[in-house]
């Protein structure tokens, strides 16, 4: 287990969700240092299912060495948000870190406060053992879990990261490995046991294959990649109009380098370097190390260079896997703007 340091004390943190599960694990990790919390939740009155509500939590947090104020609060309730803020404020001065999620959120406010304040988003590697999970998973489901002290942990590392660490999609167990925790059974339901993978995380390529053979399944996919036998074919089109519009211009604004992990059809690896002279673009491999890798469907890259696939819905659902520098991953999209109006 990551051990606390008590830099958090006087931190204000505003937490939707904590009255119960990964939000109240976070919550309580925190209040260990003495940190003033603000549980912003739906749940005041007791659940016939589902234990505890923003009392019992505030009650937990305040045993454990912090500060509390429970707010009733639907986060599609834009009142019931700025009468919970407004309270935070008046109670403990400001509110300075919230509980992670809504991807796209991530990267546009990392990018509006950068320097000023950090916001990142946290995602368990394996299926975490809540109340909502028992419900969906049946009782069985635990063992193949997580407890939510690995979220706890993995967020009360990130608290404590200098300022400019800002616009990341982190993983629990990544963050922890970093931070020198070696023995992850320790948060296990049931140590030795193997865990269900998250449900919105995929294997990588090698990875899924195994796993598919140890089962006794024959996949029709492998990891190598194949790339377009030749110059011609909708990818290839597609860069030759992103050739047609680099620019000095682009380049100086971008300073990155783009690599591209198509699968599907016309599978194969390109890039785009706008760091470097006027910039280029070509099949294969970047010229330099990639500053974003990003991996899709070919037929989906088609889309959505073409205007027809927004990057934002592909992310969200999944169609888009981003490594590396989101913010520059989000400048991607001008040149996609300016290809719409080629009319690719």
Same mark, same amino acid.
């Given at each position: 287990?990551?051990?606390?340091?008590?830099?958090?004390?006087?931190?204000?943190?505003?937490?939707?969700?904590?009255?119960?599960?990964?939000?109240?694990?976070?919550?309580?990790?925190?209040?260990?240092?003495?940190?003033?919390?603000?549980?912003?939740?739906?749940?005041?009155?007791?659940?016939?299912?589902?234990?505890?509500?923003?009392?019992?939590?505030?009650?937990? *947090?305040?045993?454990?060495?912090?500060?509390?104020?429970?707010?009733?609060?639907?986060?599609?309730?834009?009142?019931?948000?700025?009468?919970?803020?407004?309270?935070?404020?008046?109670?403990?001065?400001?509110?300075?870190?919230?509980?992670?999620?809504?991807?796209?959120?991530?990267? %546009?406010?990392?990018?509006?406060?950068?320097?000023?304040?950090?916001?990142?988003?946290?995602?368990?590697?394996?299926?975490?053992?809540? @109340?909502?999970? !028992?419900?969906?998973?049946? +009782?069985?489901?635990?063992?193949?879990?997580?407890?939510?002290?690995?979220?706890?942990?993995? @967020?009360?590392? *990130?608290?404590?990261?200098?300022?400019?660490?800002? %616009?990341?999609?982190?993983?629990?167990?990544?963050?922890?490995?970093?931070?020198? #925790?070696?023995?992850?059974?320790?948060?296990?339901?049931?140590?030795?046991?193997?865990?269900?993978?998250?449900?919105?995380?995929? !294997?990588?390529?090698?990875?899924?294959?195994?796993?598919?053979?140890?089962?006794?399944?024959?996949? #029709?996919?492998? +990891?190598?990649?194949?790339?377009?036998?030749?110059?011609?074919?909708?990818?290839?089109?597609?860069?030759?109009? #992103?050739?047609?519009?680099?620019?000095?211009?682009?380049?100086?604004?971008?300073?990155?380098?783009?690599?591209?992990?198509? +699968?599907?059809?016309?599978? %194969?690896?390109?890039?785009? !370097?706008?760091?470097?002279?006027?910039?280029?673009?070509?099949? %294969?491999?970047?010229?330099?190390?990639? !500053?974003?890798?990003?991996?899709?469907?070919?037929?989906?890259?088609?889309?959505?260079?073409?205007?027809?696939?927004?990057?934002?819905?592909?992310?969200?659902?999944?169609?888009?896997?981003?490594?590396?520098?989101?913010?520059?991953?989000?400048?991607?999209?001008?040149?996609?703007?300016?290809?719409?109006?080629?009319?690719?």
């Amino acid at each position: 287990m990551l051990q606390n340091t008590g830099k958090l004390a006087g931190c204000t943190m505003f937490i939707t969700g904590a009255s119960r599960g990964i939000g109240k694990a976070i919550a309580l990790k925190a209040a260990k240092d003495g940190a003033n919390v603000v549980i912003a939740a739906k749940t005041a009155e007791a659940h016939p299912k589902l234990p505890g509500t923003i009392y019992t939590a505030a009650e937990e *947090i305040e045993a454990a060495g912090g500060k509390a104020l429970p707010c009733i609060v639907d986060v599609r309730d834009e009142k019931q948000i700025n009468d919970a803020v407004e309270q935070a404020v008046q109670k403990f001065g400001a509110y300075t870190m919230a509980k992670y999620g809504m991807s796209m959120c991530v990267l %546009g406010m990392a990018e509006e406060f950068r320097g000023s304040v950090a916001v990142n988003a946290l995602w368990p590697k394996t299926a975490i053992q809540t @109340a909502a999970m !028992d419900m969906l998973g049946g +009782s069985g489901v635990g063992k193949q879990c997580r407890k939510v002290e690995i979220m706890a942990d993995a @967020a009360y590392a *990130i608290f404590n990261k200098p300022l400019g660490y800002t %616009g990341h999609f982190a993983i629990d167990e990544d963050i922890l490995k970093k931070e020198g #925790i070696q023995d992850f059974d320790i948060y296990a339901v049931e140590p030795g046991h193997p865990l269900l993978p998250d449900f919105f995380l995929d !294997d990588e390529p090698e990875e899924l294959v195994k796993k598919m053979e140890d089962h006794g399944a024959n996949p #029709i996919f492998k +990891s190598g990649k194949t790339s377009e036998s030749s110059s011609s074919g909708p990818i290839a089109e597609t860069f030759n109009v #992103i050739k047609g519009i680099l620019s000095p211009d682009i380049v100086k604004s971008t300073q990155g380098v783009y690599k591209f992990d198509l +699968s599907g059809e016309h599978s %194969g690896v390109w890039y785009i !370097d706008l760091k470097n002279d006027a910039g280029s673009a070509g099949m %294969g491999e970047p010229p330099v190390k990639a !500053d974003v890798v990003m991996s899709m469907d070919s037929g989906d890259f088609i889309k959505m260079f073409a205007g027809k696939l927004k990057p934002t819905m592909a992310f969200m659902s999944g169609k888009l896997k981003i490594k590396g520098d989101m913010t520059l991953a989000i400048k991607m999209e001008k040149m996609m703007s300016m290809m719409k109006k080629s009319k690719l």
